[in-house]
């Protein structure tokens, strides 16, 4: 996990830009000052990159805007991994992608022939980057084939599907890696350090929204394709609020809106609303939508203050702030690119054996929750979690 806030960083409070200005322009000029370039030689703090071993080689299946906008181009940024082959159902737009990625045509595949990466040893892993009713069979099939697996969130349309998923794992010997991209980078990672240690006293409850407006064609917008706003967007408020409590919710309740007059809500809601109860006694209330403007933010509240992140679960842009009495701070630091960060973290963990961070059973929990939100949905109270352990 990457380095927290110093304590520096978390007491740096509004006035500080002030104070130090005021402090710099009492210097005699030209004090301290050093040269502007190293004389002769390289900068004393250059850091230079090491990558031990080879790269793992991975197999990008699906090649919609995510896969195109987001990951493809992280595979640049990687130290532990490579893209070596293409799934694509489109074997024009997969060749145009091969040329500009440096990918063998000869690893160009069909769905039809995904199954013949088990005879391609240029391949380690699959990253599967498919509309969710699809994660679990290009999972399945990719196990059989003798690679791992880094699958996109939600891990599956079902629980059923889930276990099967990580039961094929466990069967194959390879591993499985849920792509919860936000448990690799510094700032989520900061809001959890700042939750175990209580930095600001106890958690009493969380507030989480993840809001955006989805337009018609989109799978999101079709049950069919397992879409909706709570499998897409709102699993990351469910994620959030397990990862920043370190619990799993024994309870929750669901509300859903519908607009009977918006033709792209004829078969999802346009927001979903719903609360959890955690072991602890901490709260969460979450929210999320396609029918309005972005909001992608949450904020813990503790007995002695409260921290909060805004754009928390986008691709950039993160900023954390905390406040303790009259005093708010802004905490600076270094973004990484998420998809970079969780592509070598699963490169890791295949190389040298360890256990990934996000497992399928994590994604099975978001699932369970999922699940039972709807089922509140539906019957207007409150509902349990089921918490059993896959295969148990």
Wanted: charged share 25%; hydrophobic share 40%.
């Amino acid at each position: 996990m990457s380095r927290g806030p110093t304590r520096r960083d978390v007491l740096r409070v509004s006035s500080f830009s002030a104070v130090a200005a005021a402090f710099a322009s009492a210097l005699p000029a030209g004090a301290g000052e050093k040269p502007l370039a190293p004389p002769g030689k390289q900068p004393d703090d250059l850091k230079l990159p090491k990558v031990e071993g080879p790269p793992v080689r991975y197999a990008v299946v699906g090649l919609g805007h995510l896969a195109l906008d987001e990951v493809l181009p992280a595979f640049r940024q990687c130290l532990k991994s490579r893209v070596t082959a293409l799934v694509s159902g489109h074997r024009d737009k997969a060749e145009a992608v091969a040329r500009a990625y440096d990918v063998d045509p000869k690893n160009i595949y069909g769905y039809d022939n995904y199954d013949a990466l088990k005879d391609n040893k240029d391949v380690d892993a699959v990253y599967v980057i498919l509309p969710n009713h699809m994660h679990a069979e290009y999972t399945v099939r990719a196990f059989k084939a003798g690679k791992h697996v880094l699958c996109e969130k939600p891990m599956a349309a079902s629980e059923a599907e889930c276990e099967q998923m990580i039961e094929a794992g466990r069967a194959a010997g390879k591993k499985l890696m849920i792509a919860y991209r936000l448990r690799y980078e510094p700032f989520n990672q900061t809001m959890i350090e700042l939750s175990r240690k209580q930095a600001y006293g106890k958690m009493r409850f969380i507030e989480a929204v993840n809001y955006q407006n989805t337009y018609a064609p989109n799978i999101r917008l079709a049950n069919a394709t397992a879409g909706g706003p709570l499998e897409d967007v709102g699993v990351y408020c469910i994620n959030a609020a397990r990862y920043i409590t370190g619990e799993e919710p024994v309870e929750v309740h669901g509300y859903a809106q519908q607009p009977a007059d918006e033709a792209r809500f004829r078969e999802v809601p346009a927001t979903v609303v719903w609360n959890m109860r955690f072991p602890s006694g901490v709260l969460a209330n979450c929210a999320c939508g396609f029918g309005g403007e972005e909001s992608r933010r949450y904020r813990v509240h503790a007995e002695k203050g409260w921290y909060e992140l805004e754009n928390a679960f986008a691709y950039r842009g993160q900023r954390l702030r905390v406040k303790q009495g009259p005093e708010m701070a802004e905490v600076n630091i270094p973004p990484v690119n998420h998809f970079a960060a969780e592509i070598d973290h699963f490169s890791e963990c295949v190389r040298a054996d360890k256990r990934v961070w996000t497992p399928g059973e994590d994604g099975l929990a978001d699932v369970r929750v999922i699940r039972a939100i709807k089922e509140s949905m539906k019957s207007g109270r409150s509902e349990k979690v089921m918490t059993r352990v896959a295969g148990g």
